[in-house]
């Protein structure tokens, strides 16, 4: 078989190949990293100190929303919509960015009057400052640009090697179960040194924008609704150890989230596809509907191949990956991740259908209306089985909810008559 060299070089100098293999092997970095940092620290902290950890820093991510607000995506999109034109690039990229601290202002605050409500870190202090420090440097990250102007290769180099420090330093200074608050610490200035890089790096290419607050609450109003959909998507994910660790202790909540880690990491590594296809789907909607209906499907048919071999290894080696990734300490996290082993499978087939589609498609309302139905359900859902069953009532809860979700998005779809493939032709398949 004769390969053609020329094809061959276009593909590997192709844009969206290039981001997708920039963040797939950040993606797979990511997922190294974590292989190192989780083990050890589950290992010196113990369940009652890393389950400590763990819900602080699902506190910063769940407050980082705040901040971030959806900008992955209404940012993206708006720039990937206007890449020639670098005066208006510099208008949006600085009105994010102010908008980005006027938000910061608001989270800080907001959690300055829930510290009192959280015993965990009413007990813990240290532990609560150190979250908000740290989603404040998580939501302030900038990596929305790049994504925007497709241009991810040295931004996501940087974000990898900085990930990489950060974990190297743990193994230096974590060593006893009391050093769990470094873990906050050191993740914080990673971020906020990867913050100051790409700063730096933006504004060596556009001129510098004076923003206003007009404009800023112009950016604030244009993603409202994808900020209601990361709102919504972090009830029923990012606000799951939260959620768990005011009814329970620290030592349950990491029982819990060693099996959600092992899922995250795993989804984690679909999540390249989608963050890279999403404005370039958005862009070719603006010209071509059967091109971008084509890349759809193809994303599709690969991340759901993905995600049920994921899906398949967490059932069946749930005992073999507790015990390897966190321990003989952990054996209550086993039936968890067998609970949530259909994660993968549902977050490909929503993630495909509904960011990749659903959004560039413009139907950010019904879609939004199913993620915060469902985020909604699960914190009532939440509040009920976690009081009675602990942390399997939480693995119920979420999955649950995934398929609801999944299940919601293929159903509005086909509603509307905009299903990116010919489901009666699969029907006559399967007969």
Known sequence: MKIDTKKLTNLFHNQLFQNITSLLGARVARYFLPLISIPYLARVLGAEGWGLVAFSQAFAAFLSLIIEYGFSLSATRDLSQIQTQKNAISIQTGSVIFAKVLLSILAVSGSCVVFFFIPIFTENPTFFIWAVILAVVQGSNLIWYFQGIEKLKLAVAIEVALDALAVALYLVFVTAPGDGWMVLALLSASNLLSFFIHLGLIYAQIPFYKPTIQKAFVVIKKGWSLFLFRSGVSLYTTANPVILGLFVEP?????????????????????????????????????????????????LVVLLGIGFLMSAACFLLAPVLINLFLGAEYA?????????????????????????????????KTFNKIIVLAGVVNVALSFLLAPLFKHIGMAISITIIEIAVAAGILAMLWKKDQLPFDISVIFKKLK
């Open 332 to 364: 209550a996290s086993v039936p968890v991740l067998q609970i949530m082993a259909l994660i993968p499978v549902l977050v490909a087939l929503s993630s495909v259908l509904g960011v990749q589609w659903a959004i560039p498609l413009g139907f950010e």
């Open 251 to 299: 030592r349950i909540v990491g029982y819990f989230v060693g099996a959600e880690k092992i899922i995250k990491a795993l989804t984690g590594l679909m999540q390249p596809v989608s963050r890279a296809i999403f404005p370039r789907v958005s862009a070719l909607m603006q010209k071509s509907m059967e091109k971008a209906q084509k890349l759809v499907n193809i994303s």
